[in-house]
Nanobody, 122 residues
Framework: QVQLVESGGGLVQPGGSLRLSCATSGFTFSSSAMSWYRQAPGRLRRLVAT????????DYSDSVKGRFTISRDNAKNTVYLQMNSLKSEDTAVYYC???????????????WGQGIQVTVSS
């Protein structure tokens, strides 16, 4: 079955960096766009970054543009989120996401990792 497993979160000081990883299995990773979302306490889950299946195109929310970089390694079935110049407002649970159409129903559905906490605090 589809599995997305995030790692790399933790506590970091403002201005610091973290690199999140999302290891995947159960689907054709190299054919699938991937995204990172985040959800702060009391807030809606919001899209942070997206990368196309080839890695040739990326997109970012305005709040992280210039600070975060999404990338992927199709040989390792893994997507990354490099987060630099972290701010307190980046504190959230970060989720790996993909949208797939799989048998037997072939209905496009969201698939999520379990989420990983990132806390930016001094």
């Amino acid at each position: 079955q589809v599995q997305l497993v995030e790692s790399g979160g933790g506590l970091v000081q403002p201005g610091g960096s973290l690199r999140l990883s999302c290891a995947t299995s159960g689907f054709t990773f190299s054919s699938s766009a991937m995204s990172w979302y985040r959800q702060a306490p009391g807030r809606l889950r919001r899209l942070v970054a997206t990368i196309t299946s080839s890695g040739g195109s990326t997109d970012y929310s305005d709040s992280v543009k210039g600070r975060f970089t999404i990338s992927r390694d199709n040989a390792k079935n893994t997507v990354y989120l490099q987060m630099n110049s972290l701010k307190s407002e980046d504190t959230a649970v970060y989720y790996c996401n993909t949208v797939l159409s799989l048998p037997p129903l072939y209905k496009w559905s969201n698939y999520w990792g379990q989420g990983i906490q990132v806390t930016v605090s001094s």
